[in-house]
């Protein structure tokens, strides 16, 4: 059901030719109100694409009305021609839906430093337009997928006549940042711009901030939350919050499961920190560490190489404290040896990592991949 | 000559049976003073090995008579017994040398997590120290490899009368910590321990400390420099110092041109940077972006994800100002498409990327490797 799935969303996906083998590479997302509300979060990378740059401007009015999106190309590292560029999608939207530019959000992704081809691009904004439809949300989230091996929806219903449903894409450089990837999601409910605006930082600040694929932030990454108000109910507040941070962690965990060339998905729990942000700051050290993505590739449980990453960064902890268990097995107490590693069963794609710091209550959930041959193959020919 | 190039040592290497297969796995480097000067830089990473926390200690004294090496095992994370282990290590080595044992320095390197067999570890440092000779410095250099497919070692002589000598081992792993593997140096020069300090923390503060692997952080990293003063020279401190950076420079290329699984060295330039501070955060984000790894790796000029990997930083530049060369050609102007990437030849095992911030006048360089499936491969497999 995607975005589509609330109502006063219409939605399409097809193919402009941006893509050289003809797949869908182009989305359209139309809020058909009565509410115009919005909320964006943005990568925090400094070198941000032009539609991200396009996008955080339209975001400050609180009000989008339309979403453009793009596979096929990144937009970014494209000089003030690509900025051009992003703006001229904008305008053609806004012009075929009879809407302002400046509420027309535009979202691209793909490879960076290559110009989009508006020759093609610009018709297919069109033909977008020409195929929205109530059932749309399906083929829109197709059409953003790039190295993606499978399309993301995902959707809460509430009991109180209200729904929040979403797309994403992303499979390759998923790192917190914020964001992460392109998302969409789209709400009935009647809430106020301000309101999804904090409601979406907190449900990203845990979901889509807390998924570290390969430790690269992308230039790119949007996650934009669209309330048309079509369900005329103002829902409970912290009941919207906990549906829209479902979606998210849905589509975050849809993420981790397609991320390029996977073979294993890891949940990294620190848990006995002092602090979340230790927490967190561990949980990354750990999901960054490529020897042990390589070990967890191999099926091989080496709490070595965890203690070495939880080494490396500024948290509180004694070394001679730290406690590990992988898929359940505490292989290591007190910073050495601990259960016999033989019992550690990895055959599944889920590995499960804890990190007991043993100093303090706060704790944190970090997702992410194991390093395959098949990463650095799919990484290493992607442009050429 | 590797660390027996300078006069007052001896050293030795031997098979004493820690590593399964057979081959050598345990080396003496032993000064004959008539000086016993040392100093030492040790790893970063706040899990250290045992042997790491006993060097540490024996330096504090500026004297060290004689350092046992062994490989087939970091004794890492092995608790009070493994501390013991190196201290019962300390204590044979001095016995059979008739030195004092908080003047020997210990050094392994292999798996985290595992005790050491000292049944076999204790006899070969009586072995070793039979094999003791002014020739040894070879293969002290073998005995200390662990994936390493060649031994390393270098010497600078200088017009003097005194030279510096060294070898090395390190093949993952390899990250500033300070240090990023075991490294001896000797010189025969007439030096106190004070002066060999501040000359060796420069030194390994441009070479050592500025070559990134894979990003990974060891618990073992040693790098020590011991004085003879057998040369019965006093050095000019300049010449001297520029003596050991050779000397560590040399030893730091081998280390990236053996790195496990590389088929690329690439060495990262920064320039125009505001600060060298700024210039090394950048060197270092390029050099663990595992995207632009894998592009190297494809002889893919993907110069996007070196303007990814910058945008990550909080070093001073302006995105539209960036400019990157690969091999000599600035594919990038200005945040944007530069020069044609096809004029890029990347055929030749050395990459050459340069990252202009146009903020300054500083500069550094930065070595990595790129990505591969054989580093997949070898480390998936490692403890297993």
Chains 1, 2 share one sequence.
């Not at 990354?284 to 080494?311: F, M, Q, T, Y």
Request: proline share 3%; hydrophobic share 45%; charged share 20%.
């Amino acid at each position: 059901m995607s975005v589509t799935a609330a109502k006063g969303f219409t939605a399409a996906g097809i193919a402009a030719g941006i893509k050289e083998n003809g797949s869908p590479d182009l989305a359209l997302v139309v809020n058909n109100g009565p509410r115009l509300a919005a909320a964006g979060v943005f990568t925090s990378n400094r070198v941000k694409a032009a539609p991200v740059l396009w996008s955080e401007q339209v975001l400050k009015g609180g009000l989008v009305s339309a979403v453009v999106l793009n596979s096929g190309g990144a937009n970014a590292c494209t000089g003030p021609q690509g900025f051009q560029d992003t703006h001229a999608t904008a305008e053609k939207a806004a012009e075929v839906l009879g809407h302002n530019a400046g509420e027309v959000a535009v979202c691209s992704t793909g490879l960076i430093g290559v110009r989009l081809p508006m020759d093609k691009l610009l018709p297919g904004v069109e033909q977008a337009a020409k195929a929205l439809s109530a059932h749309g949300g399906e083929k829109a989230a197709i059409a953003i997928k790039t190295t993606d091996t499978v399309h993301k929806t995902a959707v809460a219903e509430s009991g109180g006549g209200w729904v929040v449903g979403g797309m994403a894409k992303g499979a390759g450089m998923l790192a917190p940042g914020l964001a992460t990837m392109l998302v969409v999601l789209t709400t009935d409910a009647d809430v106020d711009a301000a309101t999804l605006d904090a409601v979406l930082r907190e449900a990203t600040r845990t979901t889509f901030d807390r998924i570290d694929s390969d430790g690269c932030m992308s230039t790119n990454d949007t996650v934009l939350l669209l309330a048309s108000g079509a369900s005329e109910v103002v829902p409970d507040e912290a009941e919207f919050a906990e549906a829209v941070r479902t979606v998210c962690a849905d589509l975050a965990r849809q993420l981790i499961g397609d991320a390029e060339g996977a073979s294993k998905d890891i949940r990294i729990e620190v848990v006995g920190a002092a602090t979340e942000d230790d927490a967190v700051e561990v949980g990354r050290s750990i999901a960054r560490n490529n020897l042990l993505k390589c070990a967890v590739h191999g099926e091989d449980p080496n709490w070595g190489r965890v203690l070495s990453a939880i080494g490396t960064t500024s948290a509180a902890f004694e070394p001679d404290r730290l406690n590990v268990a992988i898929n359940g097995v505490w292989v290591c107490r007190n910073g050495s040896v601990g259960e016999d590693r033989e019992l550690v069963d990895m055959r599944y794609r889920e590995v499960r990592i804890t990190a007991d710091l043993a100093a303090g209550d706060a704790s944190a959930v970090i997702w992410t991949n194991d390093l395959t041959a098949d990463y650095v193959h799919e990484n290493s020919a992607y442009s050429s």
